[in-house]
């Protein structure tokens, strides 16, 4: 890559180069993130944000970067405190962005930064409306109707989820606003909450953000995403709709009412006439099929446009003139861009994948290279962190847009990767990425680490995390092997729903299988093995522990679940463990989940070394799961080591404790397998 641009060389002082031979822990969490495109009203310029962690500072610092489509020097356009999710104004003369929770602007080549809110307790979610006559946002409000009362010294609780994922619920819950916008001033006196008493929030918590809110083309509407229950039912419900508020008349209503799973992301063709949004059909089944959904406002006619097709719809994308939608899916452990033809005839529109290659693509966008259309997406893979990259939406070439980590990459080494495909005890054929040292060398014997992956419907696919990066394990002298076990999507509707009410069933058979397979490799030290996942894959570890059969020297579990009758009464979001549970563990006869699948049962087998790691606001897979099984390890005399992060919920976030968090894991391993 050409030398950055000095302002953003500026950024990078905030984390000193490197040149190391290998992807160390502190070289992975040094690296820069880049966020997704927001391209332009032109469709010439694409910005995005790079985010640079220091370590020493225990903090992460984002700015925002422009970088014209055809290509050239990414220019940082703001500096000093952080700046995230810009936007553009319409007329493409200004770009909005976020600071210290506040709607800041400036203009395109970053000049003239001006703050434009002052929101007591601040705003997100911010957009544009077409016309640039009005903002959307979202803000907290305090609202009556909600099952918990919290004075700072008392809890007074009268529903369910009264906690979600490393926070207990106030009074509080997020709603939609829209206020006027005209001559560069935001009008927040007279902005309108379009739920205005309400006890529901929108974005959906706890991760959902602004592709859940979104103007109609010509500013009349706002469509947005809510599940509009409280208390117990909301607990055990994933019935979410799509809302559609008028600005003239102030009526909303529901769009997608019946349906009893999630109805998310709602987006405008670009001639207004149609709707898009992706729906789950099945009750409590939070990792259902994404089907891709289109409502024609004129009829009211809703149709099914991912009929047959068997993996997920996501993140759609609407061509220019409204012809053609672009989305991503997964197929076989990795992430492909597709194109949908809406001009065909035909019931269901046609569909044809664009991209291929090893690599994940993360986020999509329409942009232009002169008069041609073009898209522009993040890239991602197990050997390269997030950049963007152009791509031919007719044939899938890929281009390189940026390359922001190229001087600290440049002189690391790196493992190979590849595909395994291994044959299931079913019968079935099971993709596995086997990861080597970098050097790798057939003739000698490596220590060798099997990753069990969480969700439990999360691909293993060529995801670059900086969680679990199978370059630094694969750098420390490991080789990691990392199956597509059942109930990971991108192999189909089938593969992915197996899994649910079977946890300690086929996909602990698929596990095993992995493992043996790549270990009658010779290069394979079968007296080094060790097995490290978290969540589903800390369960994995835990049920593994219980059932290996002197496979494994040493396991890690990272906020694992361990006994799934208390998992199933301190979560937070019921209904995720009563669908995958297959009912309630004092039902009778009790599921099968509860008799036979739980690791908990398995505690007498235990005789081998074992690491537990936790965050204590993990209100997810709660501390007490760690707990439970480092009590029973102790007793049984196994060599155990608990680490609790008091800060953290269920990632390890900040970076001085992800530091930690690595050197505990490593510590571990080179212990107990070197």
């Given at each position: 890559m050409k030398r950055l641009a000095s302002s953003l060389l500026l950024i990078a002082l905030l984390v000193p180069t490197f040149a190391a031979a290998q992807l160390t822990p502190e070289a992975m969490i040094g690296l820069r993130r880049v966020g997704a495109p927001v391209v332009s009203p032109d469709g010439q310029t694409v910005l995005f944000t790079v985010t640079e962690v220091s370590i020493e500072a225990n903090r992460g610092t984002t700015q925002v970067v422009a970088v014209p489509v055809r290509g050239g020097e990414p220019k940082a356009l703001t500096e000093g405190a952080s700046a995230s999710s810009p936007i553009w104004r319409p007329d493409g003369r200004r770009i909005g962005f976020m600071r210290g929770g506040q709607l800041w602007e400036m203009?395109?080549?970053?000049?003239?930064?001006?703050?434009?809110?002052?929101?007591?307790?601040?705003?997100?979610?911010?957009k544009y409306s077409p016309k640039g006559t009005h903002i959307l946002f979202t803000r907290q409000v305090r609202v009556s109707g909600l099952p918990i009362t919290d004075n700072g010294d008392v809890r007074?609780?009268?529903?369910?989820?009264?906690?979600?994922?490393?926070?207990?619920?106030?009074?509080?819950?997020?709603?939609?606003?829209f206020a006027p916008y005209a001559n560069g001033r935001v009008d927040m006196a007279t902005a309108v909450d379009i739920m205005a008493g309400e006890p529901y929030d929108s974005p959906l918590k706890p991760f959902g953000g602004a592709e859940q809110i979104n103007w109609s083309p010509d500013g009349t509407t706002i469509a947005y995403t809510a599940k509009k229950q409280t208390g117990t039912a909301y607990a055990y419900s994933t019935d979410s709709d799509i809302y559609l508020y008028d600005l003239a008349t102030k009526q909303t209503r529901n769009l997608t009412e019946g349906?009893?799973?999630?109805?998310?992301?709602?987006?405008?063709?670009?001639?207004?006439?149609?709707?898009?949004?992706?729906?789950?059909?099945?009750?409590?089944?939070?990792?259902?099929?994404?089907?891709?959904?289109?409502?024609?406002?004129?009829?009211?006619?809703v149709r099914e446009l991912s009929e047959g097709f068997d993996n997920n719809m996501d993140n759609p994308v609407f061509s220019a003139d409204g012809q053609t939608v672009y989305f991503m899916s997964g197929i076989e452990a990795t992430v492909q861009v597709y194109r949908m033809n809406l001009r065909a005839r035909s019931a269901v529109p046609p569909v044809r994948q664009v991209t291929e290659g090893v690599h994940d693509v993360t986020s999509l966008a329409i942009a232009k290279v002169g008069r041609d259309e073009v898209l522009v997406g993040g890239r991602m893979s197990m050997s390269a962190p997030v950049d963007l990259h152009v791509i031919d939406p007719n044939n899938g070439r890929m281009n390189t847009l940026t390359q922001m980590n190229a001087d600290?990459?440049?002189?690391?080494?790196?493992?190979?990767?590849?595909?395994?495909?291994?044959?299931?005890?079913?019968?079935?054929?099971?993709?596995?990425w086997v990861i080597y040292p970098p050097d790798f060398d057939s003739t000698k014997s490596y220590p060798t680490l099997l990753y069990a992956q969480g969700g439990p419907q999360g691909t293993v696919s060529q995801f670059f995390s900086y969680r679990w990066n199978f370059q630094v394990m694969?750098?420390?002298?490991y080789i990691?092997?990392?199956?597509?076990?059942?109930?990971?999507?991108?192999?189909?509707?089938?593969?992915?729903?197996?899994?649910?009410?079977?946890w300690g069933g086929q996909a602990m058979q698929d596990m095993l299988a992995a493992i043996d397979d790549v270990s009658a490799e010779p290069y394979v030290d079968v007296n080094r093995r060790g097995a490290v996942g978290a969540s589903f894959g800390g369960y994995t570890v835990f049920w593994l522990a219980g059932n290996h059969e002197g496979?494994?020297?040493?396991?890690?579990s990272h906020a694992g679940v361990f006994n799934l009758t208390s998992m199933y009464g301190t979560t937070e979001e019921m209904f995720f463990v009563h669908f995958d549970m297959g009912g309630a563990y004092w039902e009778s006869p009790a599921p099968i989940s509860f008799v036979t699948h739980s690791p908990h049962r398995y505690v007498t087998n235990w005789n081998t070394p074992i690491l537990m790691i936790h965050g204590e606001r993990d209100y997810r897979v709660p501390v007490t799961q760690s707990m439970e099984a480092f009590t029973a390890a102790q007793r049984l005399g196994i060599p155990s080591r608990m680490v609790l992060f008091p800060n953290e919920n269920h990632w390890i976030l900040s970076p001085k404790n992800s530091l930690t968090w690595h050197r505990e894991f490593f510590g571990w391993l080179e212990e107990w397998l070197k």
């Open positions: 203009d395109p080549d970053g000049g003239n930064a001006t703050q434009m809110t002052d929101v007591e307790g601040g705003l997100s979610n911010v007074i609780i009268t529903g369910l989820m009264y906690k979600h994922w490393d926070n207990w619920e106030d009074e509080k819950v997020s709603h939609v606003f349906n009893p799973g999630y109805d998310t992301n709602p987006v405008f063709s670009p001639d207004g006439r149609t709707l898009v949004w992706s729906r789950m059909v099945t009750p409590m089944y939070e990792a259902d099929r994404h089907r891709l959904m289109m409502l024609t406002f004129a009829t009211g006619a600290k990459l440049a002189d690391v080494s790196l493992g190979e990767v590849r595909a395994r495909w291994v044959p299931t005890t079913d019968g079935k054929r099971m993709k596995v694969a750098s420390q002298g990691v092997v990392a199956p597509n076990r059942r109930g990971l999507p991108s192999f189909g509707e089938a593969w992915n729903r197996q899994i649910s009410g079977d496979r494994f020297k040493t396991f890690v």
